[in-house]
């Protein structure tokens, strides 16, 4: 039996986008759907975590005193991804498992200490500039 790399593994789990036109970060939260104006488009993936952010905290999920407009009109014209944990209960090791897509137990990132990803280390923004996209990272 032939063992798959972990950069096989991710694409056979729908971690990078698709050819057709759909494209899922995770698992079972998100997928675009196929029309004929957007099906030689790839659409455009903005994924916002932000510590001790509650689910409620946003104006699109309920919030009513605070007001968040610019991240209601994303939620409005887009998608909203209802089911999302937290890979550990601190930052680091929190977007380790995001950008790794590895859950904690085998996450190279245990603590808020500073330590770096590997060069060989495979993350969500290399597969989906494989497939295209141009990527980025605003904060930590």
């Known amino acids: 039996m032939k063992t798959q790399s972990r950069r096989e593994f991710l694409k056979m789990a729908g971690f990078a986008a698709a050819g057709a036109g759909t494209a899922s970060l995770l698992p079972g939260c998100a997928g675009t759907v196929q029309t004929k104006k957007t ?46 944990y937290a890979g550990s209960t601190v930052c680091a090791p929190s977007r380790c498992c995001l950008m790794t897509a590895l859950h904690s137990g085998h996450a190279l990132v245990r603590g808020n200490a500073r330590l770096p990803l590997r060069p060989g280390d495979v993350t969500v923004a290399e597969l989906l500039k494989e497939a295209g996209y141009a990527t980025g990272i605003i904060g930590k």
């Open 39 to 84: 099906k030689d488009r790839k659409p455009n993936i903005i994924f916002i975590l932000a510590d001790d952010l509650g689910y409620g905290d946003v104006g699109c999920f309920g919030q009513e005193t605070i007001q968040t407009p610019n991240i209601d009109k994303l939620a409005a014209e887009g998608m909203k991804l209802t089911d999302h």
